[in-house]
């Protein structure tokens, strides 16, 4: 038995030698040291969205003043098991550090329930009310405020309707699993049945059923919407062939998606929102109470379009739009 | 070190995470077949504890989900006895369905929270505190589970449920009806899991689709975690020690999370610590074997 | 108490494999019947008792046990009516369970008592009384996992197992064949005395046909799935095992070049 715990020991000790080497931005962690602030960074899981909002918070509060020299920062990430949020974010909490950024539904909530003291700064959690953080994102009544990715389904609308008139049918896909997706499908399922288009949904579990499931709904229908998905986010290189093959424009929700061969959105830059939530836990940590901290969106959406995607199902896109918009896709 | 607030919520979410193990220790130990239901009955439990918790019945709702995860125990039974069909697929398969089925329970919502107030938790904290209240409901949950199961497994019944998954040959030709005992036997394990979902649910105010991926692995290695403790203290793993292993273990488990946490792993490495934890844990019976073989030698050369 | 009519099993129909197993059997037990089988091998003495006791089911022909017809009866409630020993001496019991729970499997599952905690005292003394008059020293071992006991031992608590309450038929399929000389002779001697202090109507396959002739009232000889000798009584006990060989050549025209059979005659 001793040698079992011995063995153990060191199976352990070289898999911290192993870690430690590796993180850059990892920090033993020891209690206060000198007076430094201590933030906890927790997300559900690695993901091209959740890590650049983390990626752009920490640099936006390097460069608000407050970085490394000023504040510990113990970054985690549960690993896509929810059993681990719950850890990480006790282990916050026995640390006692200043403020917990919790990027995620899912990671918000078990922040929340394992404190009521410590601020909470959300981000990417589309619907904050919904998810019971707050009860009234004007005046948070608990410890959570924090930032929104919800995204003006209104104006992909009305780019649709500029931009490729012809489109009487939208299609609309969102993974069963990401609740931000499906909430944002459903807000624009009803925009865009206000706006008079017929409209039709499809949803997914996982991504290997992507590229049959864009197939069939490309069949019926005259254009496709996908909002903030991560799961679809990933393989948009599939979906977007679909929509090449097929010649449909495939409106997206966030930039990254265009990039990668979508069509055109009005949608969400995830650094800028990672941004913003670094204003806000700075002035949080600069005394501001909580309650006085409304739940912010992001106040400007940029309008993205892919060049080579238009010219290969054949839309043109008016001067008027192009001038205003970020061209993609050389 | 980790902290002491650290250390306390690792007993606590150990205790709520133990019922899922003495699930296991049902279908795993007891009845000898690997039952990957666990991951979707997990969730089941959560989503039916809060659906019924939204709906005005909290605790209601916690025996609810308990029925719902014999159920789904009971179709897990059903393809492997009548349908013939392997328990690791009967298992997928009943796993796979429930992600659906547990879709449709939380209306369609990926995520479906509830408030403090709505949280048998903190319904308890009014009695003793809020902050006794995750120790003492968790475990009173796990301490009542522990004395269920064991009283179980000593009725008539749970005596031939013991010896279907001893030997089943021997159940077959006596007039036990192997089927029977089976099914009885996947429908507790899986309402075990998910009575640990559904408080989870109300731990952590809230319910989400994928709550259960992983389940299974973490509950089997939590399993023999426990026995190997237990079998420094005890000559033979009785039932009691059996279902106390799965308690103990759920709770050193959780203790390990937090520790390798404070080690500070680079934050993507967890997932491979868990999985040397859980290999270790696996190999351990093999390991100590070849340590005995190899003292042998050493004594035949001498 | 056993009845059997024109039984007939043939396995692999219309396949290259195809063997007919049991070949319109008729046979007649009475209650308190001992009867031994012998035959060589592949002569269906398995495979009659698997049909009796409804491992699987025949193509043709009927069997009544006590009046009742349980032809197509499934295996697990004949259970409750007939006991059933097989050659391997761990396929009786669990080994993980004491042998204070296995006699409680059995004995509580006979007795229909469904509810109620563990193994009452009145129970525990019970077993004790009737473990002791094995006279293997297993009335102290109450408490131990089956698993750590020898095969005569197993096998033994096995027959306790199956008699506690007394089964209409008992079937013993060469329960001890696997075990050593010495042993075996102690678990027929104890067979022989449980099964006749109940009067159990039982039916004993074995390879040694000197024990077919000395225990039990009747024997039966098997060949091609049928019935080719049966003998009780006087002619019994006159039979000597070279006799009975003959009879075998006779019957069935063929030399009974069975090695285990001619290797255990003493």
Do not use: W
Not at chain 1, 16 to 41: P, W
């Amino acid at each position: 038995m001793k040698k079992f715990m011995s063995v153990m020991m060191a199976g352990m000790m070289m898999a911290t030698m192993a870690g430690c080497s590796n993180g850059t931005e990892q920090k033993s962690g020891s209690a206060d040291s000198a007076g430094k602030l201590q933030i906890g960074v927790v997300q559900i899981m690695e993901h091209t969205s959740l890590d650049t909002i983390r990626e752009s918070f920490l640099a936006e509060m390097e460069s608000l003043g407050y970085g490394e020299d000023k504040v510990e920062f113990d970054i985690q990430n549960a690993q896509g098991e929810q059993t681990n949020l719950s850890s990480i974010c006790k282990k916050f909490v026995g640390d006692n550090v200043d403020m917990i950024v919790a990027i995620a539904t899912p990671t918000a909530q078990a922040a929340a329930a394992s404190t009521s003291d410590i601020p909470i700064v959300f981000s990417a959690v589309t619907d904050p009310v919904e998810a019971k953080l707050v009860a009234d994102p004007e005046h948070p009544d608990k410890n959570l405020t924090g930032t929104s990715d919800a995204i003006p389904v209104d104006e992909v609308m009305q780019l649709c309707q500029k931009l490729t008139p012809d489109v009487k049918k939208i299609g609309f896909m969102y993974t069963t699993s990401e609740i931000n997706s499906q909430v944002t499908a459903e807000k624009a399922i009803q925009e865009a049945e206000k706006m008079g288009y017929e409209t039709q949904l499809m949803t997914i579990s996982e991504v290997s059923e992507l590229q049959q499931a864009a197939q069939s709904l490309a069949q019926n229908v005259d254009a496709i919407y996908v909002p903030i998905d991560n799961t679809i986010a990933q393989a948009m290189k599939v979906l977007a062939q679909v929509g090449l093959d097929y010649k449909i424009p495939i409106y997206t929700g966030a930039d990254s998606m265009v990039q990668d061969g979508g069509f055109a959105t009005v949608g969400i830059e995830y650094d800028k929102l990672g941004q913003q939530t670094a204003k806000m836990a700075k002035s949080i940590l600069e005394g501001t109470p909580v309650s006085e901290v409304p739940v912010e969106t992001l106040d400007e959406f940029g309008t993205f379009i892919n060049k080579s995607t238009a010219e290969a199902i054949g839309v043109e896109i008016p001067a008027e739009i192009a001038d205003n918009a970020t061209l993609m896709g050389e | 070190m980790m902290s002491m607030f650290s250390f306390l919520s690792s007993i606590e979410l150990g205790l709520i995470y133990s019922l899922m193990v003495l699930g296991l220790f049902l279908s795993y130990r007891i009845l000898n077949i690997p039952d990957l239901t666990v991951d979707g009955s997990f969730t089941l439990g959560a989503a039916v504890a809060v659906s019924c918790t939204l709906a005005g019945h909290p605790v209601l709702g916690i025996l609810a989900a308990g029925a719902a995860g014999a159920m789904a125990g009971l179709v897990t039974a059903f393809l492997q006895t009548k349908m013939k069909i392997q328990p690791i697929l009967a298992g997928i398969i009943t796993m796979t369905a429930l992600y659906s089925i547990n879709l449709m329970v939380m209306d369609n919502k990926a995520n479906l929270p509830i408030t403090q107030d709505e949280s048998i938790y903190y319904a308890f904290g009014q009695l003793v505190g809020k902050n006794l209240q995750g120790m003492l409901l968790s475990g009173l949950a796990a301490a009542l589970l522990v004395i269920i199961v064991v009283l179980f497994l000593s009725t008539p019944l749970g005596l031939s449920v013991r010896a279907t998954g001893d030997n089943e040959d021997m159940v077959r030709s006596s007039s036990i009806n192997a089927n029977f005992t089976k099914s009885v036997g996947l429908a507790a394990a899986n309402a075990c899991v998910s009575l640990s979902g559904a408080l989870i649910a109300h731990y952590n105010c809230y319910a989400e689709v994928r709550m259960g991926i992983g389940m299974v692995v973490i509950g089997l290695a939590s399993l023999i975690i426990g026995e190997i403790v237990v079998e420094i203290f005890v000559k033979r793993l009785t039932i009691l020690a059996g279902a106390i292993a799965a308690v103990v273990g759920s709770v050193i488990y959780r203790l390990i999370i937090a520790q390798a946490l404070e080690l500070n792993f680079s934050a993507s490495s967890l997932k491979l610590i868990t999985a040397l934890i859980v290999a270790l844990a696996m190999s351990y019976p093999a390991i100590k074997e070849s340590r005995k073989m190899a003292k042998i030698r050493k004594a035949g050369r001498a | 108490m056993l009845e059997i009519k024109n039984l007939t099993k043939t396995f692999y129909p219309g396949t290259v494999n195809e063997k007919l197993a049991m070949d319109h059997l008729n046979l007649q037990v009475n209650p308190g019947d001992f009867v031994t089988i012998i035959g060589s091998n592949g002569a269906g003495k398995s495979t009659l008792f698997n049909l009796i006791a409804g491992s699987f089911f025949p193509d043709e022909g009927r069997i009544r046990l006590d009046g009742t017809d349980i032809t197509f009866l499934p295996e697990y409630q004949r259970a409750r009516m007939i006991g059933r020993i097989f050659q391997d001496p761990m396929k009786g019991t669990a080994p993980s369970m004491t042998v204070e729970e296995n006699m409680a499997l059995s004995y509580l599952r006979s007795k229909q008592r469904h509810f109620g905690f563990g193994i009452s005292k009145k129970e525990r003394s019970f077993f004790q009384e009737q473990l002791a008059r094995l006279d293997l020293g297993l009335e102290d071992r109450l408490d131990s996992p089956i698993g750590l006991l020898s095969g005569g031992q197993r096998q033994a608590i096995t027959l306790l197992m199956c008699t506690m309450v007394t089964p209409k038929l008992l079937l013993l399929d060469e329960h001890t064949a696997a075990l050593d000389p010495a042993t075996a002779e102690k678990v027929l001697e104890i067979t022989k005395q449980v099964v006749g202090d109940n009067k159990i109507t039982t039916m004993m396959i074995t390879h040694n046909i000197s024990s077919a002739l000395k225990v039990g009232n009747r024997t039966i000889m098997m060949s091609g799935g049928r019935v080719i000798l049966d003998i009780s009584g006087e002619e019994r006990s006159r039979m000597t095992v070279p006799q009975l060989m003959e009879r075998f050549k006779k019957e069935s025209r063929q030399e009974l070049n069975n090695d285990r059979m001619l290797l255990s005659e003493n």
